[in-house]
């Protein structure tokens, strides 16, 4: 990626003039990388599978933004994707693979007979895989490979702290000690091949041009039950969930000529969760 002009720490940061796609866009975090990208300047390709909520969002963010629907599992329509992005901008500088399935425990239909180990339905299990994993291959295969040709880039994988050590059962107890909830297997076993493909790529597109770093998030406090909040934020040294906007500096920082010199990393944000 071609470097700032200034050599001012804070110039480092700028994502001006440099072309963004971030899959999975209209998800919690996935409208906070596309704002927080346009804020630092860059133009924000915002996809995901409902194509009129993307150009909904697409109109928030400005004039420079494009919203498209594209399911990334299916590599014709990350094909035209590309099609799309390099018809409009006639390049593309910044991949966020944000696009996954979470079996969150806001979501109802979450509940301890579907989610437990036991009880997990193959095709759960399957298309969770399909999505975040298959689709996060798909994505750098057909836009990273683009990224290559052009020799420069920067990839972010979105990960998770659950990439990096397991579900704690526990947090999904409540207050009469009823367990509510299991985190399921797919989510931590897609999350940690996501941080494998990473280093995979970080080696073998080393030399062309192109970082590809991960960005492990922890929990983002949205509407869950206050039991849950609690034993969250009891269990992390900062003492609360996160707020969707804790992860824009981290974006940008992976985004941008700041971490120039990272590749193959995961950068954890969590406030604290994985050191205990």
């Known amino acids: 990626m071609t470097s700032s002009a200034s050599n001012m720490p804070v110039d480092l940061f700028s ?18 990388h596309c704002r927080a990208l346009t804020e630092a300047g860059a133009s924000v390709v915002v996809c995901d599978l409902d194509g009129d909520k993307c150009r909904a969002l697409a109109e928030t963010l400005g004039p420079g933004a494009f919203g498209i629907g594209v399911d990334i599992t299916n590599p014709d329509s990350i094909g035209t994707l590309k099609d799309e992005t390099l018809k409009r901008y006639q390049k593309l500088d910044i991949l966020v693979n944000n696009a996954a399935i979470n079996d969150a425990v806001e979501h109802s239909v979450s509940k301890t007979d579907v989610s437990q180990f036991e009880n997990y339905a193959l095709s759960h299990w399957k298309k969770s895989i399909d999505v975040n994993v298959t689709g996060n291959f798909l ?45 399921a297997v797919s989510y931590p076993v897609s999350k940690a091949a996501i941080l494998s493909m990473t280093r995979y790529l970080a080696a073998y597109w080393g030399g062309t041009g192109v970082r590809i770093n991960a960005l492990s998030p922890g929990g983002v406090e949205n509407g869950q039950d206050d039991f849950f909040i609690a034993s969250y934020a009891a269990r992390t040294p900062m003492g609360r969930m996160a707020r969707p906007t804790d992860y824009k500096g981290a974006l940008i920082f992976l985004a941008s000529d700041a971490s120039g010199y990272m590749n193959g990393a995961n950068l954890v944000v969590d406030g604290g969760w994985t050191i205990w």
């Open 15 to 32: 994502l001006q003039g440099r072309v963004a796609i971030v899959t999975g866009a209209l998800g919690l975090l996935g409208q906070q």
């Open 139 to 183: 994505c750098n295969q057909i836009l990273g490979t683009e990224m290559t040709r052009r020799g420069s880039g920067s990839i972010i994988q979105i990960a998770s702290t659950y990439g990096i050590v397991a579900p704690d059962q526990r947090l999904y107890r409540d207050a009469q000690g009823k367990q509510t909830f299991y985190k």
